[in-house]
């Protein structure tokens, strides 16, 4: 499918897409970016890529398709970096969870030389590392391509066929609609996970049931990354907490007033949510 | 320990009462009371109950220790009936989870008979009914006694004893001490978790991540029995609510301000909780 595909960031998801595309043979070569000698060394062990590099210009040589797997927070200055210095017409994608952000921003950018379709692969775990990668992380898995209006149409063409074949099911949205999408179905969740953490006293830690478990588990991520993705995706977060609060006022309103029924509709439509979730 | 336990409603936690009694001989004979003969068919099937009746008056003859394990709402109306009919100093105990409603309520009778202490076990699991019932059901649980001005002191220490027997871990707080604590740790993920299942549209359930599932799992739980213990334990539920709000209202702001110190500082108090709850 590529000759040489280059991976940015060569973690838990960059050496799962390594791992993916060698088993699947969809590139001749896999070229790994790292920060650290250490971090090569793992990445070669894992047989996620082929051969690495600490520099990433040196690693755009060649390449057709260069993905950005690092922390959230480099992935503005690299990729700005990667679509300065691509051969005319490479794609570039990222694998971050804030879209419009990453749009806006890149969109900045004068002459640039790569063409740009954001991705975000809805995979991955707990865990972290290449250690940790798997070959199989993306089967199943939604992922998400981003389009606008000035998005290379056989860039995303190409870029869909590359997910599919690894597994994955792609839908094709605009960094806005993917925004709202998982403003609702991560970072809300993460919001009030922490919120509830947070509620907690000595005592009700003390005590902690199974639904406090379940409630909180989210709030065992990553501080710094969550952190950035707030900071990037500033706004869908605050809408999606806009309308968390208006449904919390409404479930608040009919328990102070012991309105059975309403609370009772609204516990029924949250379990009906809640199936079709697990469906 | 006792000559004769009554259990009133013998579906999960009655059955599991019923069960562990048995293996540690806690009682010479356990009597049940179901609401249908078929479910007392299958309390005597699981051997849970050594004798069954339809008939509460009927259940309480010799009975030292009477526990009312029906549904939320009929706790009450059983509970009025028992401790007027029970021979004097009878301990009366039920399982429920709003204790300052029960003591309240049952403050209100005359010349009661019974001597009433407050139980609640967290034990349980999302199955119901006898036939998932376990004699190890309280192997390590939290137990909490409640205990007013009004306690008698000897009923406390033998239920105390009793719930120790079957494993529990057992705290003697005050009602509302109880009500505050477990607000907090299960009124409170129940409010939320149905929020945030009610906030969702078709596209996020369609592209639910982990966290979502995390989330939502508490909504899955009974709408009914939810609503009752909404409407039973008001003030401390809204109260939970209120500090909650408050917890999210200083994170949106931070996420608003890009305050980047302050998100991170939240995210790693929430991580710390989170962590302490697992321990």
Redo the contacts between chains.
């Keep these: 499918m590529f000759k040489r595909i280059t991976i940015i960031g060569v973690g838990l998801i960059g050496g799962s897409i390594g791992l993916a595309c060698k088993k699947r043979a969809l590139a001749d070569e896999v070229i790994g970016v790292c920060r650290r000698e250490s971090s090569l060394k793992k990445a070669l062990d894992a047989r996620a890529i082929d051969k690495g590099t600490l520099d990433i210009e040196e690693s755009l040589s060649g390449a057709e398709l260069v993905i950005i797997a690092s922390p959230v927070k480099k992935i503005i200055p690299i990729a700005k970096k990667v679509m300065l210095n691509v051969k005319e017409g490479t794609i570039v994608t990222d694998v971050g969870s804030a879209k419009m952000y990453v749009v806006e921003e890149l969109g900045k950018i004068k002459n640039p030389r790569g063409s740009f379709v954001g991705s975000h692969p809805?995979a991955g775990s707990e865990k972290r590392g290449v250690e940790n990668a798997r070959d199989d992380m993306f089967e199943k898995a939604?992922i998400?391509i981003t389009k606008t209006k000035n998005t290379d149409r056989p860039s995303v063409s190409l870029l869909r066929k590359f997910w599919t074949r690894l597994g994955g099911d792609v839908?094709v949205l605009s960094p806005p609609?993917h925004d709202?999408?998982?403003s609702?179905?991560?970072y809300?969740?993460?919001?009030?996970?922490?919120?509830?953490?947070?509620?907690?006293?000595k005592?009700?830690?003390?005590?902690?049931?199974g639904?406090?478990?379940?409630?909180?588990?989210?709030?065992?991520?990553d501080?710094?990354l969550?952190?950035d993705i707030?900071?990037q995706a500033?706004g869908p977060?605050?809408e999606?907490?806009r309308?968390?609060?208006n449904?919390?006022s409404v479930?608040?309103k009919a328990?102070?007033k012991?309105d059975?029924k309403k609370?009772?509709d609204?516990?029924?439509?949250?379990?009906r949510?809640?199936?079709?979730?697990?469906r």
């Design positions: 809805m939604p998400i839908s609609e709202t999408i998982v609702l179905s991560s809300l969740p993460h919001v009030v996970s922490a919120s509830i953490s947070v509620s907690q006293k005592d009700s830690v003390a005590f902690a049931a639904s406090l478990k379940d409630a909180t588990r989210v709030s065992m991520a501080p710094e969550w952190k707030f900071i500033r977060v605050l999606s907490i309308v968390f609060r449904k919390l479930l608040e328990i102070r012991k059975e609370i009772t609204i516990l029924k439509k949250a379990k949510v809640s199936d079709r979730i697990r």
